[in-house]
T-cell receptor
């Protein structure tokens, strides 16, 4: 079974520039998550999709961050314009479908995209 | 509001000795609890979970965790540590009302040969 794919793996941009990250979840997984992981901290949920609908985006800085999951499969996360404090690893994860069975709640993570804003 | 605390930034153990990585949580209602491991330059990997049932749950790589409702804890354990267990470990709790998963800050485990 192929895992969660993310690209790019690394990105360096200057502040005020824009950047986009891509995620392809495990086939058949209905739920997709984007997390921000700042060095030395645990992952912080930015947005959670159930199929192509947003379940939670309460911690997404909507003035600069946006995300979409067209057709309920792939997803993109965009930052425009970037700030220095956006430097972090952006993790994408997917899970089968928490609405169906409690046993399907575990998340499978991609390798992450390390963003450096200079 | 739900929260997760991992009181130790780092845990050091000798290879062959038992290890414990601590986690306490706060959540309304019954918790769904998880442990994940992060190896260098890799994404997080699921280790084990507690949903309901037996308080002692077993997971990957010989790890287990004990759910203690009265102490609101979910400590990760392994009877005999390996050098290859050295990694960053995250405890997480899922709120059944909001569907949101909250991660702890992580504990770095260092196993010395």
């Amino acid at each position: 079974e192929a895992g969660v794919a993310q690209s790019p793996r690394y990105k360096i941009i200057e502040k005020r520039q824009s950047v986009a990250f891509w995620c392809n979840p495990i086939s058949g997984h209905a739920t997709l998550y984007w997390y921000q992981q700042i060095l030395g901290q645990g992952p912080k949920l930015l947005i959670q999709f159930q199929n192509n609908g947003v379940v939670d985006d309460s911690q997404l800085p909507k003035d600069r961050f946006s995300a979409e999951r067209l057709k309920g499969v792939d997803s993109t996360l965009k930052i425009q314009p970037a700030k220095l404090e956006d430097s972090a690893v952006y993790l994408c994860a997917s899970s089968l479908d928490p609405a169906l069975l409690a046993g399907n709640l575990e998340q499978y993570f991609g390798p992450g995209t390390r963003l450096t804003v200079t | 509001a739900q929260s997760v605390a991992q009181p130790e930034d780092q845990v050091n153990v000798a290879e062959g000795n038992p290890l414990t990585v601590k986690c306490t949580y706060s959540v309304s209602g019954n918790p769904y609890l998880f442990w994940y491991v992060q190896y260098p330059n890799r994404g997080l990997q699921f280790l084990l979970k507690y949903i309901t049932g037996d308080n002692l749950v077993k997971g990957s790589y010989g790890f287990e965790a004990e759910f203690n409702k009265s102490q609101t804890s979910f400590h990760l354990k392994k009877p005999s540590a390996l050098v290859s267990d050295s990694a960053l470990y995250f405890c997480a709790v899922r709120d059944l009302m909001s569907f949101k998963t909250i991660f702890g800050a992580g504990t770095r485990l260092f196993v010395k040969a």
